[in-house]
């Protein structure tokens, strides 16, 4: 690495009107476009420190990176890379976007007018699974829940070829947890919140919790190595 090393924090359709962000290190925000597409990065100050600090102090570097792209994310669509996107200059970066035009604008294109929403389902208290058996029963009741809400968007208008989503199960502190991330259009965003709302009437023993996100934080995050 060297002074000029570059951190990239996402791919947007069109330039920023105001770049007056700072990025990780407090570094003015750049843009690099190639074609139709623009490349979010800031310069590494210490790029050597970084590297070797990046997973030491992620806390305050993650806040950092989600920050600036929640306040960008207003003016274009976004196509957020993974924290601690680094690429070696300039040349690089610009390579990148030639080589990736095509399949970077066919993604700005499904989220456009888009917004994620991260939802969570736990267990009621009295619906803790105690044993083995349990466990699986309610995994699959689970499943099954995802399986309806996709069932009931599937009969939507749908503006995008599908809808992106991403589920885990897992057990946390004597309790089930399941997390999905679904890209929802603007179009689609009021039946999606309705289907949420009658499912959770249906199963009483489950609880529901929906976080949105103005850009697709985590069904999509770009990963390139050069």
Request: proline share 4%; aromatic share 10%.
């Amino acid at each position: 690495m060297n002074d000029a090393t570059l951190y990239i924090y996402a791919f947007a359709a069109k330039k920023i009107p105001t770049l007056v962000y700072r990025g990780i290190e407090e570094s003015p925000i750049q843009y690099t476009q190639k074609g139709k597409v623009v490349a979010i990065w800031s310069y590494l100050n210490n790029p050597q420190e970084l590297q070797k600090n990046l997973y030491s102090d992620t806390q305050s570097a993650a806040l950092k990176h989600y920050t600036l792209l929640s306040e960008i994310a207003p003016t274009t669509a976004l196509l957020p890379c993974k924290f601690g996107t680094i690429l070696k200059n300039e040349e690089d970066l610009a390579q990148l976007i030639t080589n990736q035009q095509d399949a970077l604008l066919a993604l700005l294109t499904q989220i456009e007018n888009c917004c994620e929403y991260d939802l969570k389902i736990t267990l009621t208290e009295k619906a803790i699974p105690q044993t083995g058996t349990e466990y699986l029963k309610q995994k699959q009741e689970l499943l099954k829940t995802h399986q309806q809400i996709e069932a009931e968007l599937s009969h939507l208008p749908l503006q995008y070829p599908e809808i992106i989503k991403k589920y885990v199960f897992h057990k946390k502190q004597d309790s089930f947890l399941s997390n999905s991330s679904w890209l929802v259009s603007n179009s689609e965003e009021a039946r999606f919140l309705s289907i949420i709302a009658t499912l959770q009437q249906k199963n009483m023993h489950w609880q529901y919790s929906l976080s949105v996100y103005p850009f697709p934080y985590k069904t999509i995050q770009l990963n390139f190595t050069l």
